[in-house]
C-alpha cells in the first residue's frame, strides 16, 4: 500500500485529501485479450466481441454488437471471456473510455484487444463501480493520458497501468462512489426521455391540406 494520498478535484463529491492509496495490481487482476479474428467455419464457437462502440455513456456495458466464429483458438478465447462486474478501460488510441460490465452478461462475451479488463476477487460490485469513478474523473482521465506511450496511435502499457495508484475501497470510499455511480445514471436515463420526447415534437402537427404541397 502506498503512503500517498489522492488529490481530489473541487467537486461536492470529492475524496478527502488524506485518502490513503494502494497500487492497482495489488487489488485486482489485469488481462488483455490477444486479437481474435473470426474463421469462416459454421460449426465454430460463436462469440460476442466488446469494442468501443459498445461502450455507453453511463450505466453497464450492454450486450455486444459483433460476433465471430471461432475454430482453432475458441479453446484460448475462453480464458478472455468476461466476467460479471468486469471493468473495461480503453488503452489504445481512444484511451479512457470505460464501463462495467452487467451481471447477467452471457457466457461468450470477449474484450477486444485494445481493452483492459480489471477483475476484482473480493466485492466486485461496488469495486468496479468505485474504480469507474476514478477513472471517469477528470484526474483519472488526465493520469490514462500521461501513461500514453507511442507516436500516432498511443497505448497505455500495461506494466504502466498495472502499478496506478488508486483510492483504498474503504466503506467512505465506495458510499461515495456508488452516489456518484446513480446520480450519473440517472441524469442519463433522463437525457434520454427528453430526447425521446424531442424527437415526438411533431407527431401530432399535420397541415390540413397537405396535398396541396405536392404542387
Known sequence: MSDQHYAPSTSAASLPAETPLQTLSDTASIL????FKSQSNRNGVEYRVVSIKD?????????????IRLTDSAEKALRYTLCPYDLLVIT????????VVPEDCEANWIPATNMYVVRFAEDAPRRSRALYAVF??????????HMARGRGIQIVPKKVFAQIQVPVFSNEVLQVTEQLWEREYALYRESLQKLDQSRAVYDDFEIADAESLAG
Open 92 to 99: 489504445v488510441g481512444s484511451i479512457g473510455h470505460v464501463t
Open 136 to 145: 471517469r474523473s477528470r484526474s483519472g482521465q488526465s493520469l490514462l493520458e
Open 55 to 67: 461502450f455507453p455513456e453511463a450505466g453497464y456495458l450492454p450486450a455486444p454488437d459483433r460476433s
Open 32 to 35: 488483455r485479450a490477444p486479437l
